[in-house]
């Protein structure tokens, strides 16, 4: 089975702090994601990498970054986080040869 | 800005009933997602749909897609309690990883 292990179930961290989320997969895929959920919006995409030290933005990147050094781990950074960013993050992986994500268990961080 | 919509996006129905829950989309898509999140869990892929007139199915789910209409349906056949959990549609329109999701519908099911 395709794991992906998110560093931290929950996460209380203040205002104005630098945050780091880690997501690490085991299978070897090749992309990976970071998504934000919220109650009555649904998911939305912050960032994802085709590749290691590749980036690319999705819908809302603004107020995050990322970094991906080694194919299995993605990491999604909050330079200075802020109450608008409290939030279920998720983050995905898949791998070329088939189209579905799968996804880790997710991280409940709190921005006070 | 495309849009995908769930209807409904809450549903509390018998176990052994039927029902449907219908995702629209705003623009051309051929690939389509649905996944199920239990509360408090990630999201699980159910069915990937790839072109106009599939269909899937998995024990009591059904899936299919008209991507003329933009629109893609989940049924579910005589529910059991099991199957509450929240579903999301997903589109992916320019293939490009850049997946939008709907809403989601909450299906609660009542024994």
């Known amino acids: 089975d395709v794991k992906v292990t998110q560093s931290s179930r929950y996460l209380v961290k203040r205002t104005g702090e630098k945050v780091f989320l880690e997501c690490v997969q085991d299978?070897?895929?090749?992309?990976m994601f970071w998504y934000r959920q919220d109650p009555g919006l649904g998911l939305r995409l912050i960032y994802f990498?085709?590749?290691?030290?590749?980036?690319e933005k999705g819908d809302i990147p603004e107020g995050y970054s990322v970094s991906r050094e080694k194919k299995e781990r993605f990491s999604l950074i909050l330079e200075s986080a802020s109450t608008n960013q409290t939030s279920m993050y998720l983050c995905?992986?898949?791998?070329?040869?088939?189209?579905?994500?799968?996804f880790g268990p997710g991280t409940r961080l709190t921005v006070t | 800005e495309l849009k995908v919509e769930q209807n409904p996006l809450f549903l509390s129905m018998q176990e052994g009933k039927n029902y449907t829950i219908y995702c629209n989309y705003s623009?051309?898509?051929?690939?389509l997602y649905w996944y199920r999140q239990d509360p408090g869990k990630s999201l699980e892929s159910l069915f990937v749909?790839?072109?106009?007139?599939a269909v899937k199915q998995e024990g009591r789910l059904m899936a299919s897609l008209d991507t003329k209409a933009r629109l893609s349906t989940l049924h579910i056949t005589a529910a059991v309690h099991d199957l509450s959990a929240t579903y999301f549609c997903?589109?992916?329109?320019?293939?490009?990883?850049?997946?939008?999701f709907g809403k989601g519908t909450r299906l609660h099911i009542l024994p």
């Open positions: 749909l790839l072109s106009n007139g």
């Open positions: 997903a589109v992916d329109p320019n293939r490009d990883d850049k997946i939008i």
């Open positions: 995905a992986s898949r791998t070329g040869g088939r189209y579905e994500q799968y």
């Open positions: 623009t051309t898509s051929d690939r």
């Open positions: 990498s085709y590749d290691v030290k590749m980036k």
């Open positions: 299978m070897d895929h090749e992309n």
